[in-house]
Each structure stands twice: as structure tokens, then as C-alpha cells.
């Protein structure tokens, strides 16, 4: 506050409204603010009603820890007692209380000022009124606290976005819309779920589920696992665990042999397999065996359910084809065929079936009209030059006919003229197509395959190779990170060793210097040492004579003073004499006469002795200088024999101080030698590890066996003999989850009419998996609505890089700043961090090594704290405005911070200095994350700018898309996924490297609301 311009007496109540404010400018001129008279005879409540006024314009600067002036303004007591110029409140007496006549405008200076930063506007005419009507009260009142918050179900519509998140493997970003959670799954672009806590349905505040927290979501963390999110709201955090591996539910199969063919119903209700030469039919939801359909006399190679469930088709190796009634297991057609049927399919919209042979072609035939008729043989579809090993119709209506065959080709035919529209190569004899329910994309394996090939079905062409693990991948590219990371930090180091080395090379000749100069003046002190005493001698002989000649001078010149004031005293008497002499009568005249003549003697007299004091003190003041200048010689020879001597002790000091120096480069050589060789082993074993990952990859990458799509044409599943299933966008081909629960190869995999994944394996057991397991509260960290471990808003979280520590920032503002360190697994306090900040702590975040804890808050610093014991390291100071997001480099050397005050700072830990503030934002700087083990750093604005900027300062790439007041960022650690959130509420994805936009989720829009009834 601006207290400086604001006279004495009033200087302390000036800044009751003054939240950090600035003075008026001359020319306004605000009238007095009229005080409303309110028509109440019931008591005001101070800490209801007066207390709220308050906290919004006056508590920031006038508090029990922020006292401003001295002056408190939390409790009528408070007020009462006043400041350093006196009350500020006069009970019963609104006239004399400067409280009320500043806020009113009746006195200057007048308060709050025009553009104030704390925002604080003029009270309101009623407000000023129940000011005054308090003060005629008595201004009494208590404040009792810690009442129950009554809180208010939050308006629909309001979405705006102040905290994002996303896992370390870009599958999933989080979003905060005012009291709501959105997760969403990158790869497929889908909302997957709005996180709930039932608590919050439990007592009503809510009707819908939804609603994460009371208030609005400040801030959002994922694990580094990606599998825990914490967010925090009003004095709570709230972690939620995002389940893997869920089963629906499992069954064992009654198979001898592991089962490899496997057929759902589109309807969700059956499962058919093959049992050798049976089939079974099977209850979709418990896997009980519903009937057993016999009649094949070699084994069955493929099922098919019709469109219309109503039937099941199968081929077997004794060259047939079998349709039976799902019904009742009873068979309508029998189809023999001139070859081992490997592969069956329904065409021309269940009309006819096609059938797959090993004499390499494909026949189509047409079913009879009622059970037990005979089938009728159609087209040959000619072209495989090897056995057809699978097929698959093309939806809707299955005009078309996709076909695999040992001669490693894939075929798509017209069933109509029985031609083969397109045909594509594969690396080996392909053993299952699989056609997504749309019609738009198929799927295929090859014989010794490790990867499934996506292809878009309309234009042939190749979409990507699926294959391998994505944990593993993801892992690898960890690894291939920190071996970059490691090699810069040898080179880092070797750059600090030359530094080292040319600086102890400076230094040793520093000191090499000033040893020779001590050995020079060491061989000629002993000299200049008696030069010295000698001098001290004749110094001290001299200063004798000296004081001896200043003394005689001082008592000459007393001497002369007393016999100068005597000759003009005598001069005076003399001359009154003589005058009165000339007047005297005759009988008087003799003795004034002789009065005269003895005055003249005594003047002779004083005469004489003044010349002899003039003589005396001309004499004293020579001999005072002919001892002054001695003693001036003698001061001399000794300021330069000390001199002499000084300069070998100078030297000495010199040689020491070098000597320390040298001493000191040295201990830096040898500690960054030292540093060196530790960071090339660190080299060495990432470089061991990347030769180990990329053996991981190619590990991972076994034969798959199986492929299906799922109903809704958005996902692709594949297995085989690592036993694990996987699924991927059946859109691009993009990783999305594992699912382990096989023990042995996974033999087949489909999908139920509800989305849910069905796999059967060597184990025989059949596993129905749920694909979006429901994200379920875990656990809650303080409380919103009773006692709570946590003070205020919780702004900002983030988690160590192990996962086993969550650190927070809150605190009041204006009056605290709270840091603390928790265990998540637990929910218990590991450490608070006292005293970190003396405002609201709005950003934090752990050093890759987990060592160290960087913060920013609202008191404009950036501070640094040991992980271990809380000890502050380094407080860096040069924001202007408040702290409101910071980030380490990986290397632990640079912490960078975003201010409020339009600017981002990079920060040199070990020298405590900033290095650069970056510039190009026109208004606050809200969010920055360094973006992996690079040096650059993503940063969001208020100026609707998403930038990713270099720490030398300079732009990278700006990500377009925002319009409005952007307030957070996150960032997949390789920089490929970038997110973004603000004020319209949309999170924004893009491709980090490009910068294009991958997508846009805008929030829900608000419910309509009934149209008006007009009356007749």
C-alpha cells in the first residue's frame, strides 16, 4: 500500500479499503458516497454481516499475521483498539469513526481508490448504512468461526476451466469445469467419464451424478503410473483411482482343448464355440452351455451367426457346412461341399452363406427356404492361388466379401458378379480378416504375424502396422529420454570441467604471483621492519616537543588575551578619566588629576606587558612549528616504513587469499571430474538400457492369433501368445489398454452387443472384459464442509516423480501460505513445510530426483524446500505480481515461473539469480510445465496464447485455437500431446510437434429450460 502521500493522522485508516492500491489521480474527483438509512431495529451481526464487507475490502493488509500500520480489522475488539493513529471505529459515534468517513467519500482521501489491484470496489449505499448502523450499536459483536458452510448447488453453464491433466502416456486428459471432472481418452477423441462422489448425491446438494467437489476444481494431478488423479477444491483434495483389468466376469469352458473358434450372437445373448468336431451353444452372460449341436464328423473350422441371430452357421473339415436353429439346436441346412471348408460367411444380408475352401476358392451358396432343404450352389469366386483360410462379410447388407488365403493375400469381392474388387498383399498366409461393423476398415493377421494389419476398406490403402506393447513402448521411450538426458549431462559437465580447469589455471597463477611477491618484500623486511621501529622511535620523540609547543602556545595565547583585555580596559577607565577630569571643579580636580596620572602608569604598565605577551606567544608559535614540522617528518618516515612493512602483509594476505582460491578451483576440478565420471556411467548404463528396451519391444512383439472389432467400430482388439489382449483405435491404429488375466495364449477374442470384450484362452477360461471400468473416489483429504487438515483453496498439486509423495498449495490469501507433503496411498501428512509463504501458494512442483520441492505463491516469490526436512534453499525474488505456476528442468539446475505480472522468469538455482524473463505476454502468464527432459517449457496466458518456448526465451510453436483466458497446461513428457484449458471451458488437444488440433471438447450445454405457458 501506498501509505506515503496519506498525512499522519489518518494514515492508518486509509488503508482500510486500500487493498495494495494506488493513489487517485488529481484529476478525479469522487463525491461523498450517501448513507442509506435502514428501517431495522434488529441488532447487526458483525460476523455475518459486517465481517463479510470486510474480508472483501480491508483483511488483505489488515490481519493478525499482514498488520499493517498495526492495525487489525478481524474483530470489533480489534477495530476498537486501532492503529498506530488511533481507533478506527468511535462506538456509538459514526460521525468520528474514519472507517465510515473514508468509505464514504465524506473525508480524503477517499477509499478505495480508482484501480485498486485487489479489485476492491465502492461499498454500496446500504452497505455504508449497516456500517453506520453497527457503529450506533456500540460496535460490538464476537466472531465464533468454524460455522458449517452453507453451500449453494454451483449454476449450470458455469465451465470455465482452471485445471487440466494428462497421464504420462497421453491416454488420458483431465479437465476441471467448475465443480466437475471430465476425463477424456486422447487416442479415440471420447468423454469417458464425469467423476462422482456420491457423498455429494447422498445429501441432496446434487440430483445428478457428476459433481466431483462442492466448489470449483483449482487444480489436477495425475500419477506418474497414470492410474491415480488427485484434484483439489476448497480445503480438500479428492483421489481417484482409475481400475485396469476389470473383469465383468469369467467362466470356465467344459472344452478338452483350449478353444480357438468362438462366434457371438449381434444380439449379446449367445456364444458359439467349437468343441473338435461339435458345437456348443452358450448363455452370453453366464457361459453355461445352453445345448451341444452335433453332427459334423471332423473338426469344426469356423461359426457364423446369421443378421437375424436366429441361426448359426459352421464348416468343418469333413467338407461341410452346417445351419443350424439357435432356437433349439435343431439343423435347417445341410451344405456339402468339394473340399475341407475352413471358412464360412453370411452374405447378401443372410440370404446366402459363402464358404472357404482348401482347394482355394470360394463358393456362395443359397439356403432353402424351410428347415432341412437343400442348399443351392452359386458362384465360385475364383483368384486365391492357396488354401482360403477365412472370411469375413463386408456389413451392411454383406454385398461384399473379404477373404484371407495362405498366399498371404486379402481379397475383397462383389458377391452379385462374384469379382474381386480389390486385393492386398501380406507378409504371410493370412488366417483372419476381420471387417469393423461400418464397413469403412478391416483388420488382418498373417500366419507367423507379430502385427495386425488396419487397412481403410473403400481405397485399399494401409492405415498402420498394430503391434507390440504399448507399456513396453512407452517405457522404452523413457528410457531413450534419460539416455539423452544423461549423455547432455556429460557434455554438461565437461563444459563445466574446462570452465573449471582455465578458471584453476588463473588461480594458481594468481597465487604463484603472489608467493613471489611475498618471497621478493619477505627478503627486504627485516630492514623495513628497524626502518620502522626507528621511525616509532623518532615519532615518539618527536610527538613530546610537539605537545610541549602546542601546550606553550595555548598558554601565550591565554597570556595575550588577559593583557589584550587589560590594555583596553585600562584604555576605557583612561579615557572616562580624563573626561571626567576636564569637568571637575577645582576642589576636585587634583584628585581626578591624580585618578589620570595613576590610570596612564597602570596603561604603561599593561602596555608593556601586552608587547611582552605578543613577543612571547610569536616566540611559542615558532617553536610550535619548528615541532610540528619535526613531528610532521617524523609521522612521515613512519606512515612509510608501515608502509613497507604493510606491503609484505598485504602480500601475505594476497598469497592467502589466492591460495584459498586455488585451493577452492581445485575441490570444483575435482568434484566435476568426479561429477563427470559419475554422469558417464549414468551414460553408460541408460545407453545399456536402451539396447535392453528396444530388446523389450521387439520381445513384446509375439504372434497374435485372433482380431475382432468391436459393435460400435471404434475399437480393435487383438491377442495371441504373450496371453495378453490389447485394443486399439480401429481408426488409426493407436494404442489404447492391455488386459492381462490369460494364463497362455488367447486363442480367440469378440466382442458382446454391449461393448464389453470377450477373450478365451489356453487356460479355458473365458473372460469377459469391462472396457470403461468406472473411476471410483479412493480417498478425501480434508473436508469442505466440517474440520479440515487443509486451509482454503487447494490451487495447485503434483506428485513426486516415484508416485509415493502428493505435495499441495493453498492457504488464505493474504494471510498464509500453506505447502504440505502427503503420502496417497494413505491419505496421511508426510510433512507441512511451515511458514512457506505469507500468501496463498498457487503453484508447485517436485525436482525429477524427488529431492526438492519448488513453489510459488501470491507473495510474488519462488521458493525452494529439501523434500526431507523442509529447510528452505533458495527464495528467489523479481515477480512484480503474483506466482501462479512453476516447473523444474529436468537437470535440477533451472526452476522456471509464470507470474501475473505478464512474465516468465528462468531461475539458476545455484547462483540464485534469474537468468532471463521471457517476454511476449501481454497480460498474466497462468500456467508452465518444462516439457520432459528438453529445455523447453509450455506456458498458457491470459491473453488466450498456448506457446511452447525455448529457455533461451524464444518461441517454438504457438498452438492456435484459443479465444479467451487461458488459465492451464499439461504436456506429454516426449512433447507429442499438448493440452490446454480456460475461461470458455473447451479443452483443446494438439499435436505437440506439429501443432495441429486433435481435438476440441467443448462443455455440455446447460439443460433447456420450459418454455413459458401463455395465458389465455
Given amino acids: 500500500m501506498l501509505l506515503g502521500i496519506i498525512p499522519a493522522r489518518v494514515s492508518v485508516l486509509t488503508a482500510v479499503l486500500a487493498l495494495a492500491a494506488a493513489p487517485l489521480p488529481a484529476a478525479e474527483v469522487r463525491k461523498p458516497i450517501e448513507i442509506a438509512k435502514l428501517a431495522r431495529t434488529t441488532t447487526v451481526d458483525f460476523e455475518k454481516e459486517i465481517l463479510p464487507l470486510l474480508k472483501r475490502n480491508c483483511l488483505a493488509c489488515h490481519n493478525q499475521t499482514k498488520a499493517e500500520e498495526k492495525l487489525v480489522l478481524e474483530t470489533p475488539k480489534d477495530i476498537l483498539k486501532g492503529g498506530e493513529s488511533g481507533p478506527a471505529v468511535v462506538a456509538g459515534n459514526p460521525d468520528k469513526s474514519l472507517l465510515l468517513q473514508l468509505s464514504s467519500h465524506a473525508k480524503k482521501p477517499i477509499m478505495p481508490p480508482a484501480g485498486n489491484k485487489a479489485g476492491a470496489a465502492n461499498l454500496t449505499p446500504q452497505e455504508l448504512g449497516l456500517v453506520q448502523l453497527w457503529i450506533q450499536q456500540g460496535a460490538k459483536g464476537e466472531v465464533k468461526g468454524n460455522q458449517p458452510i452453507a453451500w449453494q448447488p454451483l449454476p449450470e453453464g458455469l465451465n470455465p476451466i482452471y485445471a487440466v491433466a494428462l497421464t504420462p502416456d497421453g491416454q488420458y486428459a483431465a479437465a476441471g469445469r467448475a465443480n466437475q471432472i471430465f476425463i477424456y481418452h486422447v487416442p479415440s477423441g471420447e468423454l469417458v467419464t464425469r467423476l462422482t462422489d456420491d457423498a455429494l448425491l447422498k445429501d441432496k446438494l446434487y440430483a445428478k451424478r457428476g459433481v466431483a467437489h462442492r466448489d470449483m476444481t483449482y487444480s489436477l494431478a495425475f500419477s506418474p503410473d497414470g492410474t491415480l488423479l488427485a484434484s483439489g477444491s476448497y480445503r480438500e483434495i479428492k483421489l481417484w483411482r482409475r481400475p485396469a483389468n476389470v473383469q465383468k466376469s469369467t467362466f470356465a469352458l467344459t472344452s478338452p482343448k483350449p478353444v480357438e473358434i468362438l462366434a457371438t450372437s449381434a444380439d449379446g445373448k449367445w456364444l458359439a464355440s467349437a468343441d473338435g468336431n461339435t458345437v456348443k451353444l452358450l448363455d452370453a452372460t453366464s457361459g453355461k452351455e445352453a445345448r451341444t449341436l452335433t453332427g459334423h464328423t471332423n473338426a469344426v473350422t469356423s461359426l457364423q451367426f446369421s443378421p437375424d441371430n436366429t441361426k448359426l452357421l459352421s464348416g468343418s473339415n469333413d467338407k461341410s457346412a452346417k445351419v443350424w436353429n439357435v432356437a433349439d439346436g435343431a439343423p435347417f441346412a445341410d451344405v456339402p461341399t468339394p473340399s475341407e471348408v475352413t471358412s464360412v460367411a453370411w452374405v447378401s444380408a443372410g440370404k446366402q452363406i459363402a464358404t472357404g475352401g482348401a482347394d482355394n476358392l470360394i463358393r456362395l451358396w443359397k439356403l432353402p427356404d424351410a428347415a432341412k432343404g437343400a442348399a443351392t450352389a452359386g458362384k465360385e469366386l475364383k483368384g486365391h492361388t492357396k488354401a482360403v483360410t477365412a472370411l469375413a462379410s463386408v456389413a451392411p447388407d454383406g454385398a461384399q466379401l473379404l477373404s484371407g488365403s495362405a498366399d498371404a493375400s486379402v481379397r475383397l469381392w462383389t458377391v452379385e458378379t462374384a469379382a474381386c474388387a480389390k486385393q492386398h498383399t501380406h507378409d504371410t498366409p493370412v488366417t483372419a480378416p476381420a471387417v469393423r461393423p461400418d464397413g469403412k476398415m ?420 519462488v521458493k525452494v524446500f529439501t523434500v526431507a526436512d523442509g529447510k528452505l534453499v533458495k527464495s528467489f525474488e523479481g515477480h512484480t505480481h503474483q506466482v501462479l505456476g512453476v516447473s523444474w528442468k529436468r537437470d535440477g539446475r533451472t526452476l522456471v515461473s509464470a507470474g501475473a505480472d505478464n512474465a516468465v522468469k528462468v531461475w539458476n538455482l545455484e547462483t540464485g539469480e534469474v537468468k532471463r524473463t521471457v517476454a511476449g505476454f501481454t497480460k498474466e502468464a497462468t500456467s508452465i510445465v518444462f516439457v520432459g527432459v528438453t529445455d523447453q517449457f509450455l506456458t498458457t496466458g491470459g491473453d488466450s496464447k498456448v506457446r511452447l518456448v525455448s529457455e533461451a526465451g524464444s518461441d517454438v510453436r504457438t498452438f492456435p485455437g484459443a479465444t479467451d483466458f487461458m488459465y492451464a497446461s499439461a504436456v506429454k513428457p516426449d512433447g507429442k500431446i499438448v493440452v490446454a484449458g480456460g475461461q470458455d471451458g473447451v479443452l483443446r488437444i494438439w499435436n505437440g510437434t506439429s501443432g495441429a488440433v486433435i481435438a476440441a471438447f467443448s462443455p455440455p450445454e446447460p439443460a433447456p429450460t420450459a418454455p413459458a405457458v401463455k395465458a389465455n
Fill in 442 to 861: 478391416f483388420a488382418s493377421l498373417g500366419q507367423t504375424n507379430t502385427a495386425a494389419k488396419l487397412w481403410s476398406l473403400p481405397d485399399g490403402k494401409a492405415v498402420a502396422d498394430v503391434k507390440g506393447d504399448r507399456y513396453v513402448a512407452d517405457a522404452a521411450a523413457a528410457v531413450e529420454r534419460e539416455a539423452t538426458f544423461a549423455a547432455s549431462e556429460v557434455t554438461y559437465q565437461k563444459g563445466v570441467l574446462k570452465t573449471s580447469e582455465d578458471s584453476l589455471k588463473k588461480e594458481q597463477e594468481a597465487a604463484k604471483k603472489a608467493a613471489d611477491e611475498k618471497a621478493t618484500l619477505e627478503k627486504t623486511l627485516p630492514d623495513k621492519k628497524k626502518a620502522l621501529a626507528k621511525a616509532m622511535e623518532e615519532k615518539a620523540a618527536a610527538d613530546k616537543p610537539a605537545m610541549e609547543a602546542t601546550a606553550a602556545v595555548k598558554k601565550a595565547t591565554d597570556a595575550k588575551e588577559a593583557a589584550d583585555k587589560a590594555v583596553t580596559a585600562l584604555e576605557a577607565d583612561s579615557k572616562a578619566a580624563t573626561e571626567k577630569a576636564a569637568k571637575a571643579k577645582d576642589a576636585e580636580k587634583v584628585a581626578a588629576d591624580k585618578a589620570v596620572a595613576d590610570l596612564a602608569a597602570k596603561l604603561k604598565a599593561a602596555a608593556e606587558a601586552k608587547t611582552a605577551a605578543d613577543k612571547a606567544l610569536t616566540d611559542a608559535t615558532a617553536k610550535q612549528k619548528e615541532a610540528a614540522d619535526k613531528l610532521a617528518k617524523a609521522n612521515k618516515a613512519f606512515v612509510d616504513a608501515e608502509m613497507e612493512v604493510k606491503k609484505y602483509t598485504n602480500a601475505e594476505e594476497q598469497q592467502q587469499l589466492a591460495d584459498k582460491s586455488a585451493k577452492k578451483a581445485e575441490e570444483k576440478v575435482a568434484a566435476t571430474k568426479a561429477a563427470i565420471t559419475k554422469a558417464e556411467a549414468t551414460q553408460k548404463a541408460a545407453d545399456a538400457a536402451v539396447v535392453a528396451a528396444k530388446k523389450t519391444v521387439t520381445d513384446a512383439e509375439k504372434n497374435l492369433r485372433t482380431l475382432a472389432f468391436s459393435p460400435d467400430n471404434k475399437t480393435l482388439a487383438t491377442a495371441g501368445d504373450d496371453g495378453i489382449v490389447r485394443t486399439w483405435s480401429a481408426e488409426t491404429g493407436a494404442p489404447f489398454e492391455n488386459f492381462r488375466g490369460h494364463a497362455g495364449v488367447v486363442s480367440a477374442v469378440t466382442f458382446t452387443k454391449d461393448g464389453a470384450l470377450l477373450s478365451t484362452g489356453a487356460d479355458k477360461k473365458a473372460i469377459i472384459w469391462n472396457l470403461a471400468p468406472e473411476w471410483k473416489l479412493e480417498r478425501t483429504i480434508g473436508s469442505s464442509v466440517g474440520e479440515s487438515a487443509l486451509i482454503g483453496r487447494v490451487n495447485a498439486l503434483a506428485f513426486s516423480a516415484d508416485g509415493k509423495s502428493l505435495a499441495s498449495g493453498s492457504g488464505e490469501p493474504s494471510r498464509s501460505g500453506e505447502l504440505k507433503i502427503w503420502n496417497p496411498a494413505t491419505g496421511a501428512l508426510i510433512r507441512e513445510i511451515k511458514n512457506a509463504h505469507s500468501d496463498a501458494v498457487l503453484g508447485v512442483e517436485f525436482s525429477s530426483d524427488g529431492t526438492l520441492l519448488g513453489s510459488g505463491a501470491a507473495d510474488k516469490f
